[in-house]
């Protein structure tokens, strides 16, 4: 069971335009939301994470958007660049328990940027 | 510098040998993690330690071992049994004290059954 649902699959992007990303969970004990980002035969990196007390978490021309009663988040990237053209995971995990740490990914959305 | 180092980028494998994936981390990180990539797959989980000589099953288990014996290293072990090895091999770790925080990736291994 998909714990994490991420759309779309693939995005292509003009230079300069406006790329979202979207992600739905149903665990509400979830209480950190991550996003991820991933070059080509590198590993992932943090890009910007976001807690369900707030809304919106902005860093630079990357914003998480939070809907803690619709249980979604999403990733938008202002004048996108081609630089940004990478894969893109959204994630999430809940404070304690067994799973304590263990974060959930989505399936990953493979942007691309034209220039 | 500290981070986690892979080893090695890359690995070939012979049908029915069993090969060593080798993960260490100087972060001082509680928890370790291995992950298995597979295009459009996203990340999906093997293994995971929270603690020393301690480790549970991820989604993925099934064919693949590892061990704990410092906090420094956590070795996956992709067996024969593995009937579908060849992927891309990351393995993560994050400090478990003070909340939820960041997990830091190796550069991966990238295995191929030949």
């Known amino acids: 069971q998909q714990q994490v649902k991420q759309s779309p699959q693939s995005l292509i992007v003009q230079k300069g335009g406006i790329s979202i990303i979207n992600c739905a969970y149903e665990n509400t004990a979830f209480d950190y939301f991550p996003w991820y980002q991933q070059f080509p035969g590198k590993g992932p990196a943090l890009l910007i994470a976001i807690r369900p007390d707030v809304s919106e978490k902005k860093e630079g021309r990357f914003t998480i958007s939070f809907n803690k009663s619709a249980k979604q988040f999403s990733l938008h990237i202002m004048d996108s660049q081609p630089g940004d053209s990478a894969t893109y995971f959204c994630?999430?995990?809940?404070?304690?328990?067994?799973?304590?740490?263990?974060?959930?990914f989505g399936r990953g959305t493979q942007l691309t940027v034209w220039p | 510098d500290g981070g986690i180092t892979q080893s090695p980028k890359y690995l070939f494998r012979k049908e029915g040998q069993n090969v060593t994936l080798s993960c260490e981390q100087n972060?001082?990180?509680?928890?370790m993690y291995w992950y298995r990539q597979d295009p459009g797959q996203g990340l999906r989980l093997i293994y995971y330690s929270q603690i020393v000589n301690d480790f549970q099953k991820g989604d993925i288990a099934e064919g693949y071992s590892v061990s704990r014996e410092k906090k420094e290293s956590f070795p996956l072990t992709v067996t024969s049994a593995q009937k579908n090895p060849t992927a891309f091999y990351l393995c993560?770790?994050?400090?478990?004290?003070?909340?939820?925080?960041?997990?830091?990736f190796g550069q991966g291994t990238r295995l191929t059954v030949v």
């Open positions: 972060l001082n990180h509680d928890a």
């Open positions: 993560a770790s994050r400090p478990l004290a003070g909340g939820n925080t960041e997990a830091f």
């Open positions: 994630a999430a995990s809940n404070p304690g328990g067994s799973t304590l740490g263990r974060l959930y």
